[in-house]
T-cell receptor, first 114, second 112 residues
Framework: AQSVTQPDIHITVSEGASLELRCNYS??????LFWYVQSPGQGLQLLLK??????LVQGIKGFEAEFKRSQSSFNLRKPSVHWSDAAEYFC????????????FGTGTQLKVEL | NAGVTQTPKFRVLKTGQSMTLLCAQD?????MYWYRQDPGMGLRLIHY???????AKGEVPDGYNVSRLKKQNFLLGLESAAPSQTSVYFC???????????FGQGTRLTVV
């Protein structure tokens, strides 16, 4: 069964500092991988996705993520965090059959200090 | 461009009451999903559908039923609500051959 682990429950960074959120996945084949962001009381917004090709993917709001098959990881990065980036971030893995279901990690809550 | 619309947005139920959450999508998507979100647990799949007239169980289906009588609608029912079903519920849809699912804005349900 597919699964996603986000080892960091909370992360605090200073505005302007770099950010890396960790994500490890378990999936039997080449995975579809996603990062979503959720602001308080809001729905989910897709930041970026990977399903093939270049292992470094660019997303919205200046985020990027790198797929590393050897480490089963898909870490999210941003070179300079803005206060408006404070939110909860979810990594997800999608199946390519059996209903194309998304399995989510437990999320990482990002706090940005001014 | 409504996308995925969930009704209602908020609801308070008493233990034992029943209710139905409606998810409607206008993108002609084949796949639809119901998730629940709880603090520290991410989103967990309750039920899903791969097409009109079909439904299947997800990770946490107990206490819920679903129906997909029309392609554009996916209903989630609680026959006898329990406090453990207090959660935020999200619906999503996905088109055949697509990789990006679209999510509704969520329904915040409190069972007292």
């Amino acid at each position: 069964a597919q699964s996603v682990t986000q080892p960091d429950i909370h992360i605090t960074v200073s505005e302007g500092a770099s950010l890396e959120l960790r994500c490890n996945y378990s999936y039997g084949a080449t995975p579809y991988l996603f990062w979503y962001v959720q602001s308080p009381g809001q729905g989910l917004q897709l930041l970026l996705k990977y399903f093939s090709g270049d292992t470094l993917v660019q997303g919205i709001k200046g985020f990027e993520a790198e797929f590393k098959r050897s480490q089963s990881s898909f870490n999210l990065r941003k070179p300079s965090v803005h206060w408006s980036d404070a939110a909860e971030y979810f990594c997800a893995v999608g199946s390519t059959g059996g209903g194309n279901k998304l399995t989510f990690g437990t999320g990482t809550q990002l706090k940005v200090e001014l | 461009n409504a996308g995925v619309t969930q009704t209602p947005k908020f609801r308070v139920l008493k233990t034992g009451q029943s209710m139905t959450l409606l998810c409607a999508q206008d993108m002609n998507h084949e796949y639809m999903y119901w998730y629940r979100q709880d603090p520290g647990m991410g989103l967990r799949l309750i039920h899903y559908s791969v097409g009109e007239g079909t439904t299947a169980k997800g990770e946490v289906p107990d206490g819920y039923n679903v129906s997909r009588l029309k392609k554009q609608n996916f209903l989630l029912g609680l026959e006898s609500a329990a406090p453990s079903q207090t959660s935020v519920y999200f619906c999503a849809s996905l088109g055949q051959g697509n990789t990006e699912a679209f999510f509704g804005q969520g329904t915040r349900l409190t069972v007292v």
